[in-house]
């Protein structure tokens, strides 16, 4: 995979994760030109398109489009199944997680995904094993700092 | 969990209008909250403009700004806070000029979240700030030597995503020492892999291979299925430089594959995905067996093949859930295995059912896999097996061309049918891609042009059709019609006179339509003006209607066009004498004459001279109907290539495997009459600002002559390569020039068969002044005979002109070095030498042998001895394009695989014969080579692979 990029349907950059090295400039010409095409396109379009010579692997969760480019030699569909496990381990990490999780705990985002992705790569398929290390990071965290871990946070952005 | 419904974010919380301006701040995050950061980017969501932003986010670098500066040292957590703001502002889009120091700080933090946002700073931005990356990789080795896991793994996801130059010369001998170790934890060997990974991607010389290489494979064996996948990936990327170093990687793969698809959909515990086992791993296995051919060993070849059927037939099975993440799975192993068997090309029966299997998706519900059904059975169509088999779907095809809603899906239709495009049913795909055209998406309209314009110069039976087809083009898609279709219709009819009076006729008729497009006009003109003649017998149209028709249309066009018109007008001149006055009045008007634009009103100028002062003989000479175009390659086709990316070639394979298109190009040759029949890849040269009319008739000059004779390099710029690069340039190619300097050009024109080979070579003296003496010896070693057959007649050469000398040899047994020519005579009284190694070397007697790839890997592994083995690594010298390396390897052998290209072929000498085998593998990242070479002599083998590795 040479990149994902996560953004909301009014086209605002909520993650980026590049694994090729590219300039800033590029970076974010790539992503303003991305998210066009993608935003452009109808709900029950085909989830891939040919993109330069890149394949373009996305799909849409309530109001966040997830969005990877991967390589011509790459499988589409399992690129498919790469975005729902990482949804799939935001929202148990987060319990039902929204677009708002993922703007205010933008870090939290990014070491969830380094923990499944690494350099583009699928390092570990199992949410256990994933959730365990993350956990872990915050169990060592919980040392240092005593937290005031709100379960009706959740409730919360329910309710709303 | 959402194991039954999903993820919940399915509820559409944030998707409420207004939802992005309303202030919500969560009360506090999970883990570790920062209060201030939540504050501040709630902040930066309520600003209702991009300028109050930005004044926000100013304010908000000034107070961090004076926090790192002022004389209060900051502890951990507001250090933290800061670096997390900053991080923030920057992937907001702004810039971000200073924290770095701060960040790096942070690595050094023994808190672990400290820590972790120091390394999640650097990893995003130490692109703009290195003169850091000393302080970075300090604090990096001690995370790596910290023995707590945890550590360990930031410090390796740190190297993986910034993956520079500088942290792989600091890292890269460290990590597989920790991907390999005993005691490293499984979670570090994980990150360690990919890791390493991504470091050589960015820079392969710095990851040495070593007896790590062989413990690497054998993680393939790890229980932790982790372990593997990540291993998997690793070793893929590696192997394709190194096939041979991880080899054993082979039978590994194929056990771990059957141990997981013949699991039960339980049995994989956390590693099971909605009832499919390990579908990221299998896909993973997969795609790394397609780094290598078939496995030899029987057995391990049998598990495979079993593995394969089973794949194909769980696919016939009942869903084991209806969620679509549980048939995207399982259709990602589906997929993977069809293009495992498509790589392997040897197993009819299974590509027989890979494609059956396809056909049923081509009628899914689903529309991701319509669309990759139709890609993959793209690649089906090249393969001789499954070709028929392909060709049977046509219908359905053509059905989702026009049924498609959506305009990717299509596209991969209009691929697919170019692909299994043949003769039996060009008519058909060709009709329909013209139908589609008129409705299809502006976005893929030019490239289903040069589909249409492709297929039909490639299927024509006749050519009659094959202009229907282009000016068919011209009127539904004018505007998509480049100047490399319509200049290869006129190179095409300039080419063959048959098919002349047919297009003349043709082109006058759609003239007649009252809108036509420009580009039909530029045909229509530049075809009656060559060959309007041949219908001016019917008074319909008689010159002057000719005329009139074009000249109506005149007035509508474009400069260019114009130009070409009045091109058409002068050679109507000589044509149609009749026409003269009419055509001289025209020309004469003010508004040729004085026509603003200076090409036009030099046309006009100049043609109207012309038909005043020269005679109808001259005339006749200067306007002479264009002489034949030389073969050369596609412009069109290369036009589709670039448009469509590199990896196109395989659908847009003009030599397919299947044995009877060869006779393609064949049938369009037999009509006698013609002077030279165009491959389907030739180019117009110079009509791209519609040529004068005068072009030097061939036989003007015999210094000329070598322009016709040597299309290619002679438009090169004169005095170009070196002798030695001019002689490796023919170890790939029999004609062209030799050698050229001021004063002379040598030619060459070749052939070979068997043992042997018949040689033109020619002499042209570029100056103006006789050459004395002139005297061209061959000097030959002894095991290659040249006769002389005729040398240059009289010793000198007059200036401007030519003279052919012609060379009969034979290949009396293998041989290393090449004869020398030398060349002596005098220029002006001063005597002149040069000595050429001639173009002769040991692969021209290469005769390709057809071989099935099986038999080629059995005889590859026959030649085994270390002796009959050369091999070479090298960086590539040119592109990596597919075909043109497919159409080098073909040059001496058969072609096959396009990951490594493999060719087999026996030299023929009088003594004996050498049989070759020759297998080529290009690192497209890494733009290198590597070649080798088994022939069943020592030398020969050596010599080969010296001579070849120049030319890729």
Redesign the interface.
């Known amino acids: 995979m040479q990149f994902m990029l996560l953004f909301s349907r009014q086209g605002k950059l909520r993650l980026q994760k590049w694994y090729v090295p590219l300039s800033d400039k590029e970076k974010k010409k790539i992503t303003r030109e991305l998210v066009q095409t993608v935003l452009a396109r109808k709900p029950k379009m085909c989830s891939f398109l040919e993109w330069r010579d890149l394949k373009i692997v996305y799909k849409r969760y309530a109001s966040l489009y997830f969005c990877c480019a991967i390589e011509d030699q790459d499988n589409e569909l399992i690129t498919l199944e790469i975005i729902h496990r990482y949804v799939e381990l935001l929202d148990k990490y987060f319990g039902s997680v929204c677009e708002l999780d993922i703007i205010f705990n933008f870090e939290k985002a990014y070491f969830i995904l380094d923990e499944f992705l690494l350099g583009g790569e699928v390092q570990e398929t199992s949410k256990k094993n994933v959730l365990k290390a993350i956990e872990q990071a915050d169990l060592l965290q919980e040392k240092t700092e005593t937290m005031y871990h709100s379960k009706s946070f959740i409730g919360f952005k329910k309710a709303y | 969990?959402?194991v039954s419904g999903?993820?919940?974010?399915?509820?559409?919380?944030?998707?409420r209008p207004g939802?992005?301006t309303t202030a919500?701040?969560?009360?506090?995050?999970?883990?570790?909250?920062m209060r201030g950061l939540?504050v501040f980017?709630?902040d930066i969501?309520n600003c209702k403009s991009k300028e109050a932003e930005i004044k926000r986010i100013n304010k908000e670098l000034a107070n961090i700004r004076s926090k790192f500066k002022g004389d209060k040292a900051l502890d951990g957590?507001s250090k933290k806070k800061y670096v997390?703001k900053l991080?923030?502002i920057f992937?907001l889009?702004h810039d971000i000029d200073f924290g770095h120091m701060e960040a790096v700080n942070l690595l050094s933090s023994n808190?672990?979240?400290e820590k972790?946002?120091g390394y999640?700073f650097i990893s995003v931005l130490v692109?703009?700030n290195s003169e850091l990356i000393r302080l970075i990789n300090n604090a990096i080795k001690n995370d790596l030597a910290s023995r707590n896991p945890?550590f360990m793994?930031l410090a390796?996801?740190c190297i993986?995503?910034v993956?520079?130059r500088e942290m792989g010369e600091a890292f890269a001998a460290d990590i597989p020492r920790i991907l390999v170790a005993g005691d490293s934890m499984d979670?570090v060997k994980?990150?360690a892999a990919?890791?390493l990974?991504?470091l050589y991607?960015?820079s392969p010389d710095l990851v040495p291979m070593g007896e790590w290489t062989a413990r690497v494979v054998h993680l393939l064996n790890d229980q932790h299925?982790?372990v593997v996948?990540?291993a998997v990936?690793l070793i893929t990327c590696l192997c394709k430089k190194n096939p041979d170093d991880f080899k054993t990687c082979v039978s590994l793969a194929v056990s771990r594959l059957s141990r997981i698809v013949s699991s039960a959909s339980t049995d994989l515990q956390?590693?099971t995905?909605y009832f499919v086992p390990?579908?990221?791993?299998s896909?993973?296995l997969l795609?790394l067996l397609q780094c290598y051919p078939p496995p030899e060993d029987a057995a391990v070849k049998g598990r495979l093949v079993e593995c394969l059927e089973t794949v194909l037939n769980k696919a016939q099975e009942p869903p084991k859930s209806k969620k679509v993440?549980h048939s995207?799975?399982k259709?990602?192993i589906l997929?993977?295995t069809i293009s495992l068997i498509i790589h392997y090309d040897s197993e009819p029966n299974l590509l027989v059912r890979a494609c059956n299997q396809l056909g049923q998706f081509l009628q899914h519900r689903e529309?991701?896999l319509?669309?990759?059904a139709l890609e993959s059975m793209c690649t089906l169509a090249s393969s001789e097996f499954s070709h028929e088999a392909v060709k049977t779907h046509i219908d359905t095809v053509i059905n989702a061309l026009k049924t498609e809603?959506?305009v990717?899906?299509r596209?991969r239709a209009a691929d697919l049918l170019y692909a299994m495009c043949d003769r039996s049913n060009a008519k058909q795909i060709v009709s329909e891609m013209l139908r589609y055209l008129e409705t299809a998406d502006y976005a893929i309209r030019e490239e289903i042009v040069l589909k249409v314009a492709i297929l039909a110069e490639k299927y024509a039976v006749d050519y009659s059709w094959y202009v229907d087809t282009i000016l068919n083009l011209i009127r539904i898609a004018g505007d998509y019609v480049s100047e490399e279709v319509w200049y290869r219709v006129l190179q095409i009819v300039t080419n063959r006179d048959d098919v002349q009076g047919y297009a003349a006729k043709t082109v006058f008729e759609a003239l007649q339509a009252p809108a036509c497009h420009e580009n039909m006009v530029k045909v229509g003109g530049y075809i009656l003006g060559e060959f309007g003649n041949l219908i001016a017998g019917d008074p319909r149209s008689s010159p002057p209607v000719q005329f009139s028709l074009l000249h109506s249309k005149f007035h509508l066009c474009s400069v260019a066009t114009r130009a070409l018109l009045l091109s058409t007008y002068i050679k109507f001149i000589n044509l149609f004498p009749e026409t003269k006055a009419t055509i001289q009045g025209v020309l004469r008007a003010g508004s040729q004459l004085r026509n603003a634009d200076v090409e036009l009103q030099q046309r006009a100028v100049e043609y109207l001279t012309l038909s005043s002062v020269a005679s109808t003989d001259v005339l006749a000479t200067v306007l002479e109907e264009m002489p034949p175009f030389p073969e050369r390659e596609s412009s069109i086709l290369a036009k589709l290539k670039r448009k469509k990316?590199?990896?196109a070639g395989s659908a847009l394979d003009d030599g397919r495997r299947d044995p009877s298109s060869n006779d393609i190009n064949g049938g369009m040759e037999p009509t006698p009459s013609t002077v030279s029949t165009p491959s389907p890849s030739a180019d117009l040269l110079g009509l791209r600002a519609a040529p004068p009319p005068a072009a030097p008739p061939a036989s003007a000059g015999a210094g000329n002559l070598l322009v016709d004779v040597f299309d290619g390099p002679a438009a090169q710029p004169s005095l170009g390569p070196t002798p030695e690069e001019a002689f490796l340039r023919f170890v790939c190619k029999n004609n062209g020039v030799l050698f050229e300097n001021q004063l002379l050009q040598i030619g060459v024109k070749s052939e070979f068969r068997q043992n042997l080979g018949r040689m033109y070579l020619f002499y042209g003296n570029k100056t103006s002044v006789q050459f004395q003496n002139f005297s061209p010896t061959v000097v030959h070693p002894g095991d290659l005979q040249t006769h002389i057959l005729s040398g240059p007649a009289q010793p000198p050469v007059d200036g401007g002109a030519q003279v052919q000398q012609v060379l009969n040899i034979e290949c009396l047994r293998d041989f290393l070095t090449p004869p020398l020519l030398s060349v002596r005579f005098r220029y002006g009284g001063a005597p002149q030498a040069l000595t050429l190694k001639l173009p002769v070397t040991i692969n021209k007697f290469f005769q390709p042998t057809e071989m099935a790839a099986q038999d080629f890997f059995q005889r590859w592994k026959q030649l085994s001895l270390p002796q009959q083995e050369a091999q070479k690594i090298f960086k590539a010298n040119h592109p990596m394009d597919a075909e043109v390396t497919k159409a080098k390897v073909r040059d001496r052998g058969r072609v096959c695989r396009p990951m490594n290209f493999v060719g087999a072929g026996i030299i023929q000498t009088k003594a004996l014969q050498v049989g070759c085998l020759l297998r080529l593998e290009p690192n497209a990242q890494a733009q290198m080579y590597r070649l080798t070479l088994r022939t069943s002599k020592e030398p020969v083998s050596r010599h080969l692979c010296e001579l070849l590795a120049q030319q890729f």
């Open positions: 969990a959402p999903g993820p919940r974010c399915s509820v559409p919380c944030p998707a939802a992005d919500i701040m969560p009360a506090v995050s999970k883990g570790d909250g939540a980017i709630s969501r957590y997390c991080l923030f992937l889009g808190k672990y979240t972790q946002i999640l692109n703009s945890t793994c390796l996801h993986a995503n993956g520079s979670s994980q990150s990919l890791c990974l991504r991607k960015a299925m982790g996948t990540a990936s956390d590693y995905y390990a579908p990221w791993l896909v993973k795609r993440q995207n799975a259709n990602a997929f993977e529309t991701n319509r669309y990759l809603r959506d990717s899906v596209q990316g590199p990896g």
